[in-house]
């Protein structure tokens, strides 16, 4: 006797469920990375860094370094202005570099000819330290211990005028974004500051549990925060008026973040004795892929990325390590899955097996019934 088995109900739901798994499921090719050190060059302590072209332009203790990285194997510097106190920080733009030398204040350099440049101005308050400096358009941000933000307008770099200083008491990294200045500072942490009408700066607010902030990325609408002893975080400022975050990691093996660096999902981080790879893919779901921990890597202060090589400035010079994936996927799904979106799951696919069901039972009165999986008795 052969006797048709009909489960219609069951077989919906589970194929529902499948459905919808493979909607919401991460489907992510694993990628593995190697690190190798390309080169250890040593000089004195360097504070920041920046590109431009085949040079890499480094603030030290004896002042600006100019190096050739047009062989990353083998660096070469070129040129040195010297600064009686030294600089911390550079920031290069037409042309023309932009140093916090210190107690010296802002110095102004002419590096057209990298082999020979020249300084062409200088800002000083009494008594201060310029510590961090950025150029946006036609002004300068220039980051003092004591008196703050000031901003400068250099559409003349040889006659730089002071238009206002802001934001009073100690911070470190500045970052610009759509007239918005995102100012780290270690007590307050990260503030938000208007400077549309660049007379009248104005705070905006301060990002929630960004207290010990030190350095600074942005990417498109997040912002990525070095919080030194407190790991990093991440900030979507696609509203500024009220930032909102992410994600943060804490490396409970100890650890200083000072440096960070986004490029193409992946997250790059100088953390004292270490430099530290990230995926922030998702920027609400921060994974840490690999640790170059080597004793060339030295008390580091900052991190920059050309192509495929980091730059780290430290003490003792200037290292450099690459970061190589060894194999690459050939398609990549990354779809983050939250207790909202499993929570839709389930619900969906109840309501699908009560309302599958109701129309196979009217199916079966009116002699018609649908057969999904016969089992033959």
């Not at 350099?109 to 020249?118: F, K, L, R, T």
Request: proline share 5%; aromatic share 12%; charged share 20%.
């Amino acid at each position: 006797m052969t006797k048709i088995v009909e489960k219609p109900a069951l077989t919906a739901f589970v194929l529902c469920l499948t459905v919808f798994s493979l909607l919401f499921s991460t489907n992510v090719s694993s990628q593995n990375y190697i690190s190798e050190e390309v080169s250890n060059w040593e000089t004195t302590d360097c504070y920041d860094i920046c590109l431009q072209d085949d040079y890499a332009f480094v603030s030290s203790i004896n002042g600006l370094l100019v190096i050739d990285i047009s062989n990353p194997e083998e660096p070469v510097m070129v040129s040195q202005i010297e600064l009686t106190n030294g600089s911390y920080g550079v920031d290069v733009e037409n042309n023309f570099a932009y140093i916090a030398a210190d107690y010296g204040g802002l110095v102004i350099a002419d590096v057209s000819n990298p082999i020979d440049p020249y300084i062409v101005s200088q800002y000083q308050i009494e008594g201060d330290i310029a510590l961090k400096v950025m150029v946006c358009g036609s002004f300068v941000y220039v980051n003092f211990l004591v008196s703050g933000v000031h901003i400068l307008d250099i559409s003349n770099p040889l006659n730089p005028i002071h238009v206002v200083n802001y934001s009073r008491g100690y911070g470190r990294d500045m970052k610009i974004q759509d007239d918005i200045l995102f100012f780290c500072t270690p007590r307050d942490g990260l503030r938000i500051i208007d400077i549309s009408n660049k007379r009248y700066p104005s705070l905006i607010c301060l990002a929630p549990d960004s207290i010990e902030a030190y350095d600074a990325f942005i990417s498109d609408d997040f912002l990525y925060l070095a919080r030194f002893d407190r790991g990093i975080s991440i900030y979507d400022i696609s509203d500024p008026y009220s930032p909102i975050l992410t994600d943060s990691y804490f490396n409970k093996d100890g650890g200083e973040a000072t440096g960070i660096f986004e490029k193409d999902g992946l997250l790059y981080v100088a953390d004292r004795y270490s430099i530290e790879l990230f995926n922030v893919t998702n920027p609400y779901d921060i994974n840490r892929i690999i640790v170059f921990d080597d004793s060339h890597v030295i008390y580091t202060h900052d991190l920059i990325i050309d192509d495929e090589n980091v730059f780290v400035v430290q003490n003792g010079g200037l290292f450099i390590v690459k970061f190589t994936i060894t194999h690459q996927p050939s398609e990549l799904y990354y779809l983050s899955v939250t207790l909202p979106s499993i929570g839709a799951i389930v619900v969906i696919c109840t309501i699908s097996f009560f309302v599958i069901k109701r129309i196979i039972r009217k199916r079966k009165l009116a002699k018609w019934p649908l057969v999904f999986r016969p089992r033959i008795i």
